[in-house]
């Protein structure tokens, strides 16, 4: 593909041109291996616009853009850059609506995107809203439980097929593209309950990349942040309805989770923001617009669904259902445009990258 490395540098690879293939980058890099070499080679099959070596590629994934290869390129290629670019790249590929590819490459569709999605979400909180009490904050009186619990399930649902989906188009193009024996189903299920779980949650090879271990604390918070968020709609949502009325303990152990998960996110967020702001630091210097839309709505969702809970505590019942409904208008966006088609979905990629890159390696042992 001769349009290759042009798609990787619209996606934001830097002066990749300037690359003399020395392998700095590679030898410095703390987590390239023997069989997982990279960005060095990475950067020569999109340079070569070899697309089919870059799409069996999972070594993209491996790298966490700690900014040690950039930093020491003699040529200020910007080796993390490009990485970074061809994960948006690969993101684009593996997603089989297409949707992905248009979010990448266009910024009109990008913003039009999240307008048209915060206004549909506007208008159906509009004509399915309870009665509006005014003399207390009542939230389940306004939002239904029920409506707000099949809500969640069907968006949920709809998203984990969409990401199942590109997930398995990655695995066809990974360890689909190695024509040997099969593989065991033994080693598919013991390399996943190895792999995907402990990698997920923990993102431990992170810890391996460079001395900085700010980066890491950031994702972190984020990271448990989001996933606190994910208990406090489970429980005030799907579980209180189930076995007991608002005045019960898990009512009150659903909000200190919920206001403890927005604060994480609003700190985790507002220091990025700040980062990229200031370009303190060589993972924050070039911002592609999908990452400023990350990032933005997440603070945004947090900050109003932080206010949400504060005004329920207060007894406001106005800005209670005012800033809930401006949240949702938030959250929807947020969920549907970064976990199947932009940078959210690298939550799933990467750990299913070790796990096809080990089932790579089982595979190629096989057939000596």
Same mark, same amino acid.
């Given at each position: 593909?001769?349009?290759?490395?042009?798609?990787?540098?619209?996606?934001? @690879?830097?002066?990749? %041109?300037?690359?003399?293939?020395c392998?700095? =980058?590679?030898?410095?890099?703390p987590?390239?291996?023997?069989?997982?070499?990279?960005?060095?080679?990475?950067?020569?099959?999109?340079?070569?616009?070899?697309?089919?070596?870059?799409?069996? %590629?999972?070594?993209?994934?491996l790298c966490?853009?700690?900014? /040690?290869?950039?930093?020491? =390129?003699?040529?200020?290629? /910007?080796?993390?850059?490009f990485?970074?670019a061809?994960?948006?790249?690969?993101?684009?590929e593996? /997603?089989?609506?297409?949707?992905s590819?248009?979010?990448?490459?266009?910024?009109? $569709?990008?913003?039009?995107?999240?307008? $048209?999605?915060?206004?549909i979400?506007?208008?159906i909180?509009?004509?399915?809203?309870?009665? $509006?009490? *005014?003399?207390?904050?009542?939230?389940? @009186?306004?939002?239904?439980?029920?409506i707000?619990?099949?809500?969640? +399930?069907?968006?949920?649902?709809?998203?984990?097929?969409?990401?199942?989906?590109n997930?398995?188009?990655?695995?066809?193009m *990974?360890?689909? %593209?190695?024509?040997?024996?099969?593989?065991?189903?033994?080693k598919?299920?013991?390399?996943?309950?190895?792999i995907?779980?402990?990698h997920f949650?923990t993102?431990?090879?992170?810890?391996?990349?460079?001395?900085?271990?700010? #980066?890491y604390i950031?994702?972190?918070?984020?990271? #448990?942040?989001?996933?606190?968020?994910?208990?406090?709609?489970?429980?005030r949502?799907?579980l209180?309805?189930?076995?007991?009325?608002?005045?019960?303990?898990s009512?009150l152990v659903?909000?200190?989770?919920?206001?403890s998960?927005? =604060?994480a996110? $609003?700190?985790?967020?507002?220091?990025?923001?700040?980062?990229?702001?200031?370009?303190?630091?060589?993972?924050?210097?070039?911002?592609?617009?999908t990452?400023?839309?990350?990032?933005?709505?997440?603070?945004?969702?947090?900050?109003?669904?932080l206010?949400? /809970?504060?005004? +329920?505590?207060?007894?406001?019942?106005?800005?209670?259902?005012?800033t809930? *409904?401006?949240?949702?208008?938030?959250?929807?966006?947020l969920?549907?445009?970064?976990?199947?088609?932009?940078?959210? %979905?690298?939550? @799933?990629y990467?750990?299913?990258?070790?796990?096809?890159?080990?089932?790579?390696e089982?595979a190629?042992?096989?057939?000596?």
């Open positions: 593909d001769p349009d290759l490395i042009d798609k990787v540098r619209e996606l934001g @690879a830097f002066d990749i %041109s300037a690359c003399y293939s392998g700095n =980058c590679t030898a410095i890099c987590l390239s291996k023997e069989g997982q070499e990279f960005p060095r080679k990475i950067i020569r099959y999109a340079v070569l616009g070899l697309r089919e070596k870059i799409l069996a %590629s999972v070594e993209p994934w966490y853009y700690c900014g /040690d290869c950039t930093e020491t =390129c003699p040529r200020d290629a /910007d080796p993390g850059g990485m970074m061809v994960r948006r790249y690969l993101t684009t593996y /997603d089989f609506t297409g949707f590819k248009a979010l990448y490459f266009s910024k009109k $569709i990008e913003l039009l995107s999240i307008i $048209i999605l915060a206004a979400t506007g208008l909180v509009y004509l399915l809203k309870g009665p $509006i009490v *005014s003399t207390h904050a009542d939230l389940w @009186a306004f939002a239904p439980r029920h707000v619990a099949w809500a969640n +399930v069907i968006v949920f649902t709809v998203l984990s097929v969409i990401l199942i989906i997930i398995y188009r990655m695995y066809k *990974s360890v689909g %593209s190695i024509h040997f024996n099969k593989i065991p189903v033994s598919y299920i013991t390399e996943f309950i190895k995907i779980p402990l949650f993102q431990k090879r992170r810890v391996e990349c460079g001395e900085e271990k700010k #980066y950031i994702h972190l918070l984020l990271f #448990y942040g989001y996933a606190a968020i994910f208990l406090h709609h489970t429980i949502h799907m209180l309805p189930l076995i007991a009325p608002s005045i019960h303990p009512e659903s909000r200190i989770i919920g206001i998960a927005f =604060c996110l $609003i700190l985790g967020s507002s220091i990025a923001i700040y980062g990229r702001i200031t370009k303190s630091e060589i993972y924050w210097r070039n911002s592609h617009p990452d400023w839309m990350f990032i933005i709505l997440l603070w945004l969702t947090s900050i109003t669904g206010l949400t /809970d504060i005004f +329920v505590i207060c007894n406001y019942p106005l800005p209670t259902y005012i809930f *409904s401006v949240h949702l208008m938030f959250v929807v966006p969920l549907c445009l970064e976990v199947p088609f932009a940078k959210w %979905s690298h939550l @799933a990467r750990p299913f990258a070790l796990y096809f890159q080990r089932l790579k089982i190629l042992s096989q057939a000596k």
